[in-house]
């Protein structure tokens, strides 16, 4: 792991998020034929077409594929923040049809952690209380603060607990992005474009962390890239083309 971390923050030690934790079991998914169009005006836009997608549990899996071809899409219907028109998608042999509501939400809460391009970060809050954001869906939790505090100085960021988003780097708003993204210890991991905004050697710091977090914690992890760089560091490679998924690598 690189030891430099971004804008002159202490280096990340993930090594303490691990302390405190057991590894994440599951992650395992199964899609099949997922088919979704939107509707624009009178114009329909043919998203994905019969995608087929197979992870097994504790998987590390890039997702690269031309701008417009359907990543960001796949990744919300992964994550059950969109349906698909037509397809399943099971994620530890939970078909996602099958839950709405709270039931669907919590589901969400519970097993899936969502590292944003553009880092969703509440600008109201410091960096803590961010992080804290997905526990909130479990009162009464033990140990949460300590999780949160841990997976910050995991990712660098224990000087920067009462920080707001503005007052951060793009690299730390990312490094505390992926911290909110672990906090309930999600199986599946989903990270849309997590290094698109960030200059090289920020890059790599912020992909360093998504592999040492993985390392350490568990579960499945995908991330959608335009990096082949960072694509290159991963032992499994998709293309999203054509909607469908074919592997790259
Ligand atoms: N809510 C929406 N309404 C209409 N069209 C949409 C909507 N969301 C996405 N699209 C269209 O669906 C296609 C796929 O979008 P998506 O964001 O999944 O692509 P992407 O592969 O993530 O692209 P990028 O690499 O630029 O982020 C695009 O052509 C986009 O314009
Ligand atoms: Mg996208």
Same mark, same amino acid.
Not at 10 to 26: D, F, I, K, L, Y
Not at 138 to 160: C, D, F, K, N, S
Not at 171 to 193: F, T, W, Y
């Given at each position: 792991?690189?030891?430099?971390?971004?804008?002159?923050?202490?280096?990340?030690?993930?090594?303490?998020?691990?302390?405190?934790?057991?590894?994440?079991?599951?992650?395992?998914?199964?899609?099949?034929?997922?088919?979704?169009?939107?509707?624009?005006?009178?114009?329909?836009?043919?998203?994905?077409?019969?995608?087929?997608?197979?992870?097994?549990?504790?998987?590390?899996?890039?997702?690269?594929?031309?701008?417009?071809?359907?990543?960001?899409?796949?990744?919300?219907?992964? /994550?059950? +923040?969109?349906?698909?028109? $037509?397809?399943? %998608?099971?994620?530890?042999?939970?078909? !996602?049809?099958?839950? =709405? @509501?709270?039931?669907?939400?919590?589901?969400?809460?519970?097993?899936?952690?969502?590292?944003?391009?553009?880092?969703?970060?509440?600008?109201?809050?410091?960096?803590?209380?961010?992080?804290?954001?997905?526990?909130?869906?479990?009162?009464?939790?033990?140990?949460?603060?300590?999780?949160?505090?841990?997976?910050?100085?995991?990712?660098?960021?224990?000087?920067?607990?009462?920080?707001?988003?503005?007052?951060?780097?793009?690299?730390?708003?990312?490094?505390?992005?992926?911290?909110?993204?672990?906090?309930?210890?999600?199986?599946?991991?989903?990270?849309?474009?997590?290094? /698109?905004? +960030?200059?090289?050697?920020? $890059?790599?710091? %912020?992909?360093?962390?998504?592999?040492? !977090?993985?390392?350490? =914690? @568990?579960?499945?992890?995908?991330?959608?890239?335009?990096?082949?760089?960072?694509?290159?560091?991963?032992?499994?490679?998709?293309?999203?083309?054509?909607?469908?998924?074919?592997?790259?690598?």
């Amino acid at each position: 792991m690189s030891e430099t971390g971004a804008g002159g923050a202490a280096a990340p030690h993930a090594a303490a998020a691990g302390q405190s934790t057991s590894r994440q079991e599951g992650g395992a998914v199964r899609a099949r034929s997922l088919d979704k169009s939107y509707r624009l005006g009178g114009e329909e836009v043919v998203v994905l077409r019969g995608a087929d997608l197979d992870l097994a549990a504790g998987e590390a899996v890039a997702v690269i594929g031309p701008s417009g071809s359907g990543k960001s899409t796949l990744l919300h219907i992964l /994550g059950t +923040l969109e349906r698909p028109d $037509a397809g399943s %998608v099971e994620i530890d042999g939970v078909d !996602l049809s099958s839950l =709405e @509501g709270e039931r669907l939400s919590r589901f969400r809460s519970d097993r899936v952690g969502f590292v944003f391009q553009d880092h969703h970060l509440l600008p109201q809050y410091g960096v803590l209380q961010n992080v804290l954001m997905p526990t909130l869906a479990h009162p009464g939790a033990v140990g949460t603060r300590q999780r949160a505090e841990q997976l910050l100085g995991a990712v660098g960021l224990a000087h920067r607990l009462d920080h707001r988003p503005a007052q951060l780097s793009g690299g730390e708003r990312q490094r505390a992005a992926i911290a909110r993204a672990l906090i309930n210890r999600p199986s599946l991991l989903l990270c849309d474009e997590p290094t /698109g905004n +960030l200059d090289g050697a920020t $890059a790599d710091v %912020v992909g360093d962390l998504l592999f040492e !977090l993985h390392r350490r =914690e @568990g579960g499945t992890m995908v991330v959608v890239t335009h990096s082949l760089d960072l694509a290159g560091r991963f032992p499994r490679t998709l293309r999203l083309d054509k909607g469908q998924l074919r592997e790259a690598s």
